[in-house]
């Protein structure tokens, strides 16, 4: 099922290549990033995930983040050591691509300086804190199968709830 949580572990547990690409370069991360996967997301930095990795087409988890404004992903893939200073595909800086959408946080994450020249990216994965499955797998579970949308229930709303509330203290 897409977006589980428990699957995926099981499978790097078992041994699966974090970073195995499909016939378009596309990683375990840039799939997770590209549909919002959070947990999924941060449990692959934990485990390693190349936070860089390049599609055949030339994109990267970061690019996915950027454009869909996803400033939690963007936050979690520069902290594991995404490079912000990487080329959107067909030309331009990821900072352009935020400027173009007007994406103001994710802005304000690539053009951050108090951090030296190297930004967020700097820190490496080490600041990445470590997914903790007690608290969170189920919640990440329920909110990755979820409700349907239009008639969330009670469960999905509370789990929706606790998983982004950890997503933004990271």
């Known amino acids: ?36 996967y959070a947990g999924i997301v941060q449990m692959l930095i ?22 869909n404004n996803h400033a939690n992903l963007v936050r979690m893939l520069l902290a594991a050591g995404a490079k912000k200073t990487a080329n959107a595909p067909g030309g331009g800086s990821l900072l352009q691509l935020a400027e173009e959408k007007r994406y103001s946080e994710i802005i304000e994450l690539l053009s951050d300086k108090r951090e030296g020249s190297g930004g967020a990216a700097s820190r490496g994965a080490a600041s990445v804190p470590a997914y903790d499955e007690a608290a969170l ?9 979820g409700a349907s949308a239009s008639n969330p229930g009670e469960e999905y709303l509370d789990a929706r709830a606790k998983v982004l509330a950890k997503i933004r203290s990271v």
């Open 1 to 36: 099922r897409e977006g589980d949580f428990e699957e995926v572990e099981r499978l790097l547990d078992a041994g699966a290549n974090k970073d195995a690409a499909d016939n378009h370069g596309f990683t375990p991360l840039h799939t997770a990033t590209g549909f919002n």
């Open 46 to 67: 934990a485990k390693g995930a190349n936070s860089n990795a390049v599609s055949s087409d030339g994109f990267t988890p970061l690019f996915f983040a950027i454009n």
């Open 137 to 145: 797998g189920k919640d990440i579970e329920i909110f990755a199968g």
